[in-house]
C-alpha cells in the first residue's frame, strides 16, 4: 500500500463493533465461477454502489476464506480475518463511512488462498468472501451474484528457500499479468464473471449445520506502523552506502545485475510494498532473513556481514515495464535483513521507494521495569520486542518459521502479556482456541488452530495451568468455570495412565516433549525430539511430576469453584504420584530425583518439577535447587524450561538468586540478537516468545508482585532484589497501575508502594510483613 493508503489504513483501530452478537446473516457466501476455489489463487471481488448523501456511519461485517484485504475506493481498509477455526470462524465489524463519497463508490476485496501451501494455522476449506451491512441501507454492500470476481494470475508461490511448511510461500508477481487500477471506481470490469453465490452466512449456535460457523472477532485490530528505513550494508553491481533511498530513487541501468543487502538493525514482522518504474523483462528479487549464514551454516554474531550470506524466502517481482507500479507480497514477512537481487534487460528500473509496514498486536507497553544494572534493561527491551514480534491475531511460537500458537509457548507469553501490557484478550481467545482443540480421548492438540493434529500431552497440562494463571490474574470468573469441564477431561486422559504397578505415568502416546536438550536429539529409536526418558515407554518422573504439579492448579480451581469431590480426587492423586516418584527414582545418595524408574539419567528437569509439585519436601527443596545450580553434570533446562526454574526457584524461597541467572540472555545480546531465540546456539529460529519470559520475572520475580487472590483482588509484593540496588516499576493491574521503587539500605529495603484504588495487599521482606493499602505506602 501507498503512504497515503498505510495512514487511512491506520485509521482502522477505530473500527466499531456494532450488533455483533445479534448479527442475522442474510448475505450469501461468495466465490470465484469459473476457477477452482480449492486451489492456490488471489482472487478479486468488486461491486459498485450508489450513495446519494455522506452517511455518518456505514458498517459493514465481513470474513474470508483464507484471508482477505478490503479496499474502499482504493483506500485500504482492513484485513482480516483473524486465525480461527471452522467452529470458530472469525468476522471483523469495520466502519466505512470515512471511505465513501456522494454518488458512485465501489467496494473491492482480494481474497486469498494458499491451496497446498496454505500456512498450518489456516484451517481452509475453499476460496470465499462474506460481507454483509449492518442495516437495511448498508446491505446495499450484501455479497450475492451482484458481485464480480475475477483471478489475479499476476501472482504465483515462491518456494526458494520456504522455512516450514507451517508458513505460507513467499510471492512471484507478474507485472504484466496484474489487472491495474482494479480497486479504482472507473475500472472496467466487464470482462469479469459473476460471482458464484454459496451458503448463507451463519453464526456458530443459530444453525443446523456449518461450513464456517461465524463469530465476532474479539481482539482488537493489528497495530501498523511504518518502520524506519534500512541500511546498505553491502551493495554489488551499485555504488551505495547509508540508508537505502535517502537521496531518493535509484536507477539500475540496462543490461546490469546489482545486488544490495539491506539492514533493519532489529529483527521485525512488516508488510512490504516496493514502487517500480520500468525494468521490463527484469526481476527484482527480495529475499528475507533473521540472521546471516558463514560458510559452515553458522550464524555467529548477528551484526556481522563478513563472508556471510543470506538464506531466506524470497519474493521475485518481474515488472511490466510500467510507471510507479506499486508491488505488494501477499502476507508480512519477518525480518532483519533484506537482500535485493536486481537483474535489468534492455529498459532500465527504477526503485523509488521500499516500504515496510509493521504489524503485531496492539499491546501497549504499560509495565516499566529500571534497576541500578543497566543490561536488565537491554534484556526488558529486546524481549519486549520478542514478544511483540509473535503476537498478531494468535500468539505465535516464532514469526519467521511457524506462527502456529503452541500451549507450552502461550501460557508463558499469556503471563508476559498481562504484566507488561495489562491485557488479556488475547490470552482469552487462546485459552477458547486451545480449548476447542479437544480431541474425542479427552486431550488438547498441541497448538491450534491448526490443519494438521498434533499432540503434544504434557501442553494439555500447561493449558490447564494458564486457566489458573487467568483464574488468579482476572476477575472473570464465569470465563474460567466455562472450561473447567476440559481441565477435568485432561486429568482423566492422565489419570487413566498411570501405571497402578508402579504409581507413576506408564507408556505414554503421541509426542511428550519437555524440552531441548541436547541430551534428548531427535533419533531413528526416539523419533520425537524433547522427549525425556521414560517419555515414550513409562516411568518418567518429570512428566508424572508435571502431572502432579498441574494437579496442585486444579486443586485450588475445583475447591473455588464448588467441585469439593474432584478436589479430593485430586488431591489423592496428587499425593500418590508424589509418593511414587520419591519411592522409584530418588536417590539418596546424589540427593536428587533420577529422570525415569530406570534411573538412567538426572536432569534439572526432573528436580524443578520436584519441587513445583512438593514431591521434595519443602525443607529440602533449597537444598536442592542449589545443587540443581552447582552440578554441572546434570541435563541442564534450556530457554524454555528456564521459566519453570525460575517458579522452582522462588518455591524454595531462593528467588534473591534470580538476577544472577540471567547469562543466557546476556551471552544472545553478546552475539547481537535483537530479539531472544528458541534455544542457546545453534538456534533454528532467531525470535521465539517462551524466551522472553524474563519480561515476566522482572516484575513479578525481581519486584515480587504477584496476586494473593483469586481475580488479582488482593496483591503479595515479595521484592528480590539479589544484587540489585535498587528497583523501580510499574505493573499494569485489573483496577489501574501498580508503582514500585525501593533501594537497598544495609540489611533492609525502603521506598515506596502505590496500589490502585479498592486494592489492598502484603509486603513481604525476610520474614516480615506489612499491610497495604490503596495509594502510597512507605516501605
Known amino acids: 500500500m501507498t503512504r497515503k493508503i498505510l495512514f487511512v489504513y491506520l485509521w482502522v483501530s477505530f473500527a466499531i463493533i456494532h450488533k455483533a452478537d445479534a448479527l442475522n446473516w442474510t448475505a450469501h457466501w461468495i466465490a470465484p465461477s469459473s476457477s477452482s476455489s480449492l486451489d492456490y489463487g488471489v482472487h478479486l471481488f468488486r461491486k459498485k454502489i450508489n450513495i446519494p448523501r455522506a452517511p455518518d456511519h456505514f458498517v459493514i461485517h465481513l470474513s474470508a476464506d483464507q484471508r482477505y484485504v478490503l479496499f474502499v475506493n482504493n483506500h485500504c481498509v482492513n484485513r482480516g480475518p483473524a486465525a480461527g477455526s471452522p467452529l470458530r470462524w472469525n468476522y471483523d465489524t469495520v466502519d466505512i463511512a470515512p471511505y465513501l463519497q456522494v454518488g458512485e463508490n465501489v467496494i473491492t476485496a482480494q481474497v486469498v488462498n494458499y491451496g497446498k501451501w496454505t500456512p498450518g494455522a489456516q484451517m481452509t476449506l475453499s476460496t470465499g468472501l462474506v460481507i454483509q451491512g449492518d442495516g437495511e441501507a448498508e446491505q446495499v454492500v450484501n455479497t450475492d451474484k451482484s458481485w464480480k470476481t475475477k483471478k489475479n494470475k499476476a501472482y504465483e508461490p515462491s518456494l526458494e528457500h520456504m522455512a516450514v511448511i507451517d508458513i505460507e510461500p513467499a510471492d512471484q508477481i507478474y507485472g504484466t499479468l496484474f489487472p491495474w487500477g482494479w480497486q479504482q471506481v472507473d475500472y472496467d470490469d466487464s470482462h469479469w464473471e459473476e460471482a458464484a453465490v454459496q451458503e448463507r452466512g451463519m453464526n456458530y449456535g443459530k444453525g443446523t449445520e456449518y461450513i464456517r460457523a461465524l463469530q465476532p472477532r474479539n481482539i482488537p485490530l493489528p497495530e501498523l506502523k511504518a518502520e524506519k528505513p534500512m541500511h546498505v550494508r553491502r551493495a554489488s553491481g551499485i555504488t551505495m552506502n547509508g540508508l537505502f533511498l535517502e537521496k531518493g530513487a535509484i536507477t539500475i541501468p540496462s543490461f546490469a545485475k546489482a545486488s544490495l543487502l539491506l539492514d533493519q538493525t532489529y529483527i521485525t514482522n512488516a508488510f512490504i510494498e516496493v514502487m517500480l518504474s520500468g525494468g521490463k523483462q527484469g526481476s527484482l528479487s527480495i529475499a528475507y532473513a533473521e540472521a546471516l549464514y558463514d560458510t559452515e551454516g553458522n550464524k555467529g554474531n548477528r551484526n556481522e556481514i563478513e563472508g556471510k550470506k543470506l538464506l531466506g524466502v524470497k519474493d521475485i517481482i518481474y515488472p511490466d515495464g510500467g510507471k510507479h507500479r506499486s508491488y505488494s507480497p501477499l502476507n508480512f514477512k519477518t525480518f532483519r535483513y533484506i537482500q535485493l537481487d536486481i537483474e535489468t534487460k ?327 540478537l535483537t530479539t531472544f531465540a528458541e534455544r542457546p546456539e545453534p538456534s533454528r529460529s532467531d525470535c521465539h516468545a517462551w524466551s522472553a519470559s524474563p519480561n515476566y520475572d522482572f516484575l513479578a520475580t525481581i519486584c515480587g508482585v504477584e496476586p494473593d487472590s483469586p481475580g488479582f483482588k488482593t496483591v503479595k509484593i515479595s521484592p528480590n532484589l539479589g544484587s540489585l540496588e535498587f528497583i523501580e516499576a510499574e505493573i499494569p493491574h485489573p483496577s489501574g497501575i501498580i508503582e514500585l521503587y525501593l533501594k537497598k539500605e544495609i540489611d533492609k529495603l525502603s521506598g515506596e508502594i502505590t496500589l490502585p484504588n479498592g486494592v489492598s495487599g502484603t509486603y513481604v521482606y525476610k520474614g516480615k510483613s506489612i499491610k497495604l493499602t490503596a495509594g502510597t505506602n512507605k516501605i
Not at 491475531?393 to 508476559?416: K, N, V
Not at 488468579?472 to 468455570?481: A, G, L, Q, W, Y
Not at 516433549?513 to 516411568?539: K, T
Not at 488431591?571 to 511414587?580: E, S, V, W, Y
Request: proline share 6%; net charge negative; aromatic share 12%.
Open 346 to 672: 534492455e529498459q532500465p528500473l527504477i526503485i523509488e521507494q521500499l516500504d515496510c509496514t509493521f504489524v503485531g498486536y496492539p499491546f501497549q507497553e504499560l509495565g516499566r521495569f529500571e534497576s541500578s544494572n543497566p543490561i536488565l534493561s537491554t534484556i526488558w527491551k529486546t524481549g519486549w520486542r520478542t514478544a511483540r514480534l509473535c503476537a498478531v491475531d494468535l500468539y505465535y511460537d516464532c514469526p519467521y518459521y511457524e506462527r502456529m500458537q503452541y500451549t507450552g509457548d502461550t501460557r508463558i507469553q499469556s503471563l508476559i502479556s498481562l504484566y507488561v501490557s495489562g491485557d488479556e484478550r488475547l490470552m482469552r481467545k487462546a485459552i477458547t482456541d486451545l480449548a476447542s482443540s479437544l480431541v474425542p480421548e479427552g486431550i488438547l492438540q498441541s497448538r491450534y488452530p491448526a490443519q494438521r493434529i498434533q499432540i503434544i500431552p504434557p501442553f494439555s497440562l500447561y493449558w490447564i495451568n494458564m486457566l489458573h494463571d487467568y483464574w488468579m490474574h482476572r476477575p472473570d470468573e464465569n470465563f474460567v468455570k466455562e472450561y473447567l469441564p476440559i481441565a477435568q477431561q485432561i486429568i482423566r486422559w492422565y489419570t487413566e495412565r498411570v501405571d497402578p504397578a508402579t504409581g507413576m505415568l506408564g507408556p505414554m502416546s503421541h509426542w511428550n516433549f519437555v524440552d531441548w536438550p541436547n541430551e534428548w536429539p531427535w533419533s531413528a529409536q526416539r523419533p520425537s525430539g524433547g522427549v525425556p526418558p521414560g517419555g515414550i515407554e513409562g516411568g518418567s518422573s518429570i512428566i508424572s511430576l508435571q502431572f502432579a504439579y498441574t494437579l496442585k492448579d486444579a486443586i485450588d480451581l475445583m475447591s473455588y469453584f464448588g467441585e469439593n469431590a474432584k478436589a479430593k480426587e485430586y488431591r489423592l492423586l496428587h499425593n500418590k504420584i508424589n509418593h511414587a516418584v520419591l519411592t522409584q527414582c530418588y536417590d539418596p545418595h546424589r540427593q536428587l530425583l533420577a529422570d525415569d524408574i530406570k534411573r538412567s539419567s538426572y536432569s534439572q528437569h526432573a528436580n524443578i518439577m520436584g519441587i513445583l509439585a512438593d514431591a521434595i519436601p519443602k525443607k529440602e527443596q533449597a537444598d536442592v535447587l542449589l545443587r540443581l545450580d552447582s552440578d554441572t553434570s546434570l541435563i541442564q533446562a534450556t530457554l524454555f524450561y528456564r521459566f519453570y526454574l525460575i517458579r522452582a526457584m522462588k518455591k524454595a524461597g531462593l528467588a534473591n538468586r534470580y538476577v544472577d541467572q540471567l547469562q543466557l540472555w546476556k551471552d544472545m545480546l553478546d552475539l547481537g
